[in-house]
């Protein structure tokens, strides 16, 4: 159900080495990999600015699916500008590959933070899900959904501040960019929506606040909000069990924190947040002291 399930097994790229020059990209080294690209940390040109640079794997370059999938995440990067989503510096091609880079944010993911810390104390996971909201926001306003929202896409700036990456799986709201059959659910198991594991056509912002909450969720408890053996499992979770209350794992959270999680993963979208401004305002009442949900 992951994207990179939809990409044909391939021997592993040998990647750029640490030291090499890729255009005006000086490589530092390996960040990770995904079904699409490689992402290096590398050295932008006479700027001398720090990027994540993508590179696109080359057995892909000539399946046209890829290629325009993998330039929508670019252009879907290149329609926000919020200091709560990761931005966009650059597009091209460089002996024939694709490559996107963007900004570099120092602090790592929210997996990893979540792997060195384990659960984080309620008033700094409602600091972070606010800041997420507030770059969804954006995301919104610009007319587009994300679609694969969760842990591993949120990066911490150096002052702490979170910041929505990966835009593979973006599309524009209206639907009318989409590269995937209908009926083709892409995303994450855990933490997709029903409607977007069902593979419904319509899908709306309203699944990435499902989203929301349930990385809200794995923020108080360090446990994703739904699990099973097999990713298939996993959806059936999503679909049928009720969204997993976090007092269940951390009985002293406060009501009104378990309040939002609930809402924003309610089965039925109309029972969940219109928009991310409206979960919004009910972190911030939290962050104001506020005890309601």
């Known amino acids: 159900m992951d994207a990179d399930a939809t990409v044909p097994m391939t021997p592993p790229d040998p990647g750029l080495a640490a030291g090499s020059q890729f255009g005006p990209f000086r490589i530092e080294g390996r960040l990770g990999s995904g079904g699409m690209g490689v992402v290096y940390r590398a050295v932008q040109g006479l700027l001398e600015r720090p990027v994540a ?11 046209a699916d890829f290629t325009a ?3 929508r995440e670019a252009r879907a990067a290149a329609a926000v500008c919020h200091q709560n989503c990761v931005a966009i510096h650059d597009a091209g091609r460089i002996d024939g590959r694709l490559y996107l880079a963007f900004q570099f944010v120092e602090g790592g993911d929210l997996d990893a933070l979540l792997a060195r810390r384990g659960p984080l104390p309620e008033a700094e996971a409602v ?4 800041g997420c909201c507030a770059g969804l926001q ?4 610009a007319g587009l959904v994300h679609r694969d929202l969760k842990p591993h896409n949120v990066f911490l700036d150096a002052r702490g501040r979170p910041r929505l990456g990966d835009f593979g799986l973006a599309r524009r709201s209206a639907g009318d960019d ?16 029903p409607e977007q594991a069902n593979g419904v056509a319509d899908i709306d912002i309203r699944a990435d606040i499902h989203a929301l909450g349930g990385t809200l969720y794995t923020l108080l408890t360090g446990q ?9 499992a996993v959806v059936q979770e999503v679909c049928t069990a009720p969204a997993p209350d976090p007092r269940q794992l951390v009985p ?18 109309e029972d969940r947040y219109a928009d991310p401004a409206a ?15």
């Not at 590269?179 to 994450?188: D, N, P, S, V």
């Not at 979960?279 to 949900?293: E, S, T």
Request: zero cysteines; hydrophobic letters at 50%; proline letters at 5%.
């Open 252 to 269: 002293g959270l406060s009501e009104g924190v378990a309040a939002v999680a609930l809402r924003a993963m309610a089965k039925r979208r």
């Open 279 to 293: 979960m919004l305002a009910d972190l911030q009442r939290l962050q104001g002291g506020a005890a309601g949900g």
């Open 53 to 63: 640079l993508k590179v696109m794997r080359p057995e892909l370059e000539s399946d």
């Open 138 to 141: 954006a995301i919104h306003e």
């Open 69 to 71: 999938r993998f330039l």
């Open 178 to 193: 989409r590269l995937t059959a209908t009926g083709a659910g892409m995303g994450t198991p855990a933490y997709m929506a």
């Open 224 to 232: 994703p909000p739904f699990s099973g053996a097999t990713a298939w």
């Open 127 to 130: 600091a972070i899900a606010a």
